[in-house]
């Protein structure tokens, strides 16, 4: 019953930026961490950035830091992955996903939305 519904991927030159957008439904959880993945083709899923729902703790991978923000809306429970300096090695499709602090953490989030494709080429 949880949906997970991202937008906002696109063709991007590099350089350029993006902003990537979840809109969650059909919680169960009153504490959960949302965020985001990604998975170029040919390599792992990797987590990329997250954020706490109660207390609004940010991660994000070293690949992303200072360059990307996580941000949310929890009126319109909406999460957003700002994507800025975007480079041709950020090309992958995002996942959006939810879990429990422990499930995110591990890279076993308990929920996944379908993808968006990011694709960073002049």
């Known amino acids: 019953q949880v949906q997970l519904v991202e937008s906002g991927g696109g063709l991007v030159q590099p350089g350029g930026s993006l902003r990537l957008s979840c809109v969650a439904s059909g919680f169960v959880l009153d504490y959960y961490v949302i965020g985001w993945f990604r998975q170029a083709p040919g390599k792992e899923r990797e987590g990329v950035s997250c954020i706490g729902s109660s207390d609004g703790n940010t991660y994000y991978a070293d690949s992303a830091k200072g360059r990307f923000t996580i941000s949310r809306d929890n009126a319109r429970n909406t999460v957003y992955l700002q994507m800025n300096s975007l480079k041709p090695e950020d090309t992958a499709v995002y996942y959006c996903?939810?879990?429990?602090?422990?499930?995110?953490?591990?890279?076993?989030?308990?929920?996944w939305g379908q993808g968006t494709q990011v694709t960073v080429s002049s």
């Open positions: 996903a939810l879990g429990t602090l422990g499930a995110v953490v591990a890279g076993k989030p308990d929920y």
